[in-house]
């Protein structure tokens, strides 16, 4: 999120599309000094989710395949331990690929609006819809963490600025489509299942931003609903 400034406009953004579940977005922290041999509350459930033999038992190679993906979405401390954050993670991973084709198949978002840019907060994905004809996505994205929630409603894109940066933080934010005071769609340059979150934006990826911009107009819908998990 960012304190747009403003030059007399007001806008709504929202934005996804289609990529793969595990594809490596941006640069990831340092790794940690040692692998841990202690076993995780959710061992077993890690290991199936990594295609490691299920045995829930912590192993070198359990421990390297997990700091990997820790190491790839920015999960901290990266010890290739198996505890609720990893875990919740791959969880939500497991969710969004479960949505496939039909991500408004429950009815959530408005289906009576013509084009619409949706954002379920709960399953962290975003589309765009006309009518009940999926436009583009669902993609993964990242919304606001706890304090900094995106906050929920219909909303209109009312502000466009493809080189913007934040004013608040003093980050870039391409391809800024704002939605709700500061709160927009950008691209980010890391992962967009980084936790725990946002300041209140929708990241994604810079080629989803791309599309999104593509596709969306000042004016244009946008619906936010749910509720992003540890909020």
Known sequence: MGQIRRNGAVAAGIAALVVPLTVALGAAPAQAA???????????????????????KQSAADCKATRAFQSKHGITPTIGYAGPVTWGVMDLMNKQKAAGRTPNKAGKCPTNKGRIACVDLTRQLSWIQDGKKLVY???????????YETRTGLKKIYWRNKNHVSSIYDVPMPYSQFFDGGQAFHSVGLSVWNPPGSHGCVNMTKTNAVKYW??????????????KPGT
């Open 214 to 227: 593509s596709l969306l107009k000042n004016g244009d819908d946008v619906y936010v609903y749910g509720r």
């Open 137 to 147: 996505g669902p993609v993964p994205v990242r919304t606001g963490r706890d304090g």
């Open 34 to 56: 040692s692998c841990t041999t202690s076993k995780g509350p959710y061992q077993k459930q890690v290991e199936k989710f990594l295609g490691r033999p299920v045995d829930g």
